[in-house]
C-alpha cells in the first residue's frame, strides 16, 4: 500500500492507494503526512464529498498535468473527495471494521484548535458507587458508533456539512486521585472552550461533568442544564467524600456555575434513603419531571415547555444512559428499573434543537453488564443526535 500526501492551496490530504486493488478513499487529515508530498498546481480542483460530483478523472488530470506521479484510474473507485469538512467515510466504500476506531470513524485530532465540535472520551470511573467499569466506556461506544452514518433523515439535519468536527481523543485522566482527575479534566476543557469549540463529551462516570462545567462557566457564566438521569446527582457526601458521582450537581450549585431557574431533570425515579429525595432541588428551582410522569407519552409537549423554561441562555446537555430502562441500556453501574424509552430519549435531544447548546455529554455507560453492546450503540446514536441538535448545524 502507498501512502500519499497531497497539498493544496486550502486542505492537506491523506490519499491511501492499495497497488493492484482499489482506491479506498481520500481524506482531509490536516497536518499529517505518511511518505511524502504531491503538489498540485490546479489548485481551483475540488473533489466534493458528493460521489460523481467530481470523477477521478479531474484528480488524475491535474495531477498528470502538474508533472506528479501518474495513477492508472483502475486503482480508483466512484467516491473521491474534497473539502473543507470532515466527512465520515460511507460503509459503500470502506468496511466498517477498516481503520483507526474513532467516534463515527472521524479523523482523530490532538487538540480541539480549528474545530467547531469535537468529541473527547473521558475514561474515568473512580467516582463510582456500585458497578466500575464507565471508564471503558468511551472505547467501547467508538467501537460501537461505526453503525452510525453522516445524515439524520429523521431531522433533516447534516452536521458533517455544518460544522468542522473531529475526535481529539481522551482526558488523560489519574486512575487513583479522583480529585486530581478533576483537576486534570476542567484544565482540558478550559483549552477546548477556549478554542470556541462545543465539546461533546464521553464518559466515564457522572463525576466528569462537575470539572466539565467548571470550564464551561468560566466562558459563559451561569448555564442552564437539561439533565436526563435516573438520579438527581445532587447528594452532599458519601463515606466522607463530597466528590463522587452522586455529588457534581450539589457541587456546581455551591460554586454558581448552573442557573438554577434553567435547570430540567427529567426521568428521576428509584428508591431512596428518605422521604422527600427531590426537595433540595425544589429549593433551589429546578424541574424535576419523574420517569413515571413520563411512561406511556410523547415527550414533545414536555419539551416544548422545557425550550420556554431555558430560553436563549446557553444550555449544556447532560445525559446518564441510565436514564434508560436497563431493559434497552443494562450496561451501566446504577440501573434503575421502569425508565425511559431510546425514543424518548430521543424525543428530550431533538426537542433541544434550537437551543443555545455550547456543550453535551454522555456518561456511566459500563459495557461489561451488556454484551450484546446495545448500550455503547445507544449512547453512540445519542451523542450523533447531541451533534445533530447543535448551533449552527444546517437542516435539509
Known sequence: MEALCFSGC??????????????FGIRRLSGMCLIGKLTCSHTSLQVRVAAGSARPASLLGALSSSGSKSFSSGRFAQQCFYSDFNVPPSAEFVARPVGICSLFKLPIRTSAEGLDAAFVGIPLDTG?????????????????????????????????????????????????????????????????VANGCFPLTMGGDH????????????????????????????????????????????????????????????????????????????????????????????LVPLMAEVR????????????????????????????????????????IIRGCRGLNIIGCDLVEVAPMYDLT???????????????????GVKST
Not at 446557553?314 to 443494562?330: N, R
Not at 450503540?377 to 448551533?391: D, H, I, K, Q, R
Request: hydrophobic residues 35%.
Open 128 to 192: 463510582t458507587s456500585n458497578r466500575p467499569g464507565a471508564r471503558f466506556g468511551p472505547r467501547h461506544i467508538r467501537a460501537e458508533s461505526v453503525m452510525v452514518r453522516r445524515f439524520n433523515p429523521s431531522t433533516r439535519t447534516d452536521p458533517y456539512h455544518s460544522l468542522v468536527v473531529a475526535d481529539i481523543g481522551d482526558v488523560d485522566v489519574n486512575l487513583y486521585d479522583l480529585k486530581d482527575s478533576c483537576g486534570r479534566i476542567r484544565k482540558a476543557f478550559q483549552t477546548i
Open 373 to 391: 453492546g446495545n448500550t455503547a450503540l445507544l449512547g453512540a446514536n445519542l451523542l450523533f443526535e447531541m451533534l445533530c441538535a447543535l448551533p
Open 207 to 298: 463525576t466528569i461533568t462537575y470539572p466539565i462545567l467548571q470550564a464551561v462557566a468560566e466562558k459563559h457564566g451561569p448555564v442552564g442544564l437539561v439533565h436526563v438521569d435516573a438520579h438527581t446527582d445532587t447528594g452532599d457526601q458519601a463515606l466522607g467524600e463530597k466528590i463522587y458521582h452522586g455529588t457534581p450537581f450539589r457541587r456546581c450549585v455551591d460554586e454558581g456555575l448552573l442557573d438554577c431557574k434553567r435547570v430540567a431533570q427529567i426521568g428521576i425515579r428509584g428508591s431512596s434513603y428518605s422521604q422527600d429525595p427531590y426537595q433540595y432541588c425544589w429549593d433551589q428551582g429546578f424541574r424535576i419531571v419523574l420517569a413515571e410522569d413520563c411512561w406511556m407519552k410523547s
Open 10 to 23: 486550502k486542505v492537506q490530504f491523506l490519499a491511501l492507494v492499495c497497488k493492484n486493488t482499489s482506491f
Open 308 to 347: 420556554e423554561q431555558m430560553g436563549d441562555g446557553p444550555v449544556y446537555i447532560s445525559f446518564d444512559i441510565d436514564g434508560i430502562d436497563p431493559a434497552y441500556a443494562p450496561g451501566t453501574g446504577t440501573p434503575e428499573i421502569a425508565g425511559l424509552t431510546p425514543a424518548q430519549a430521543l424525543e
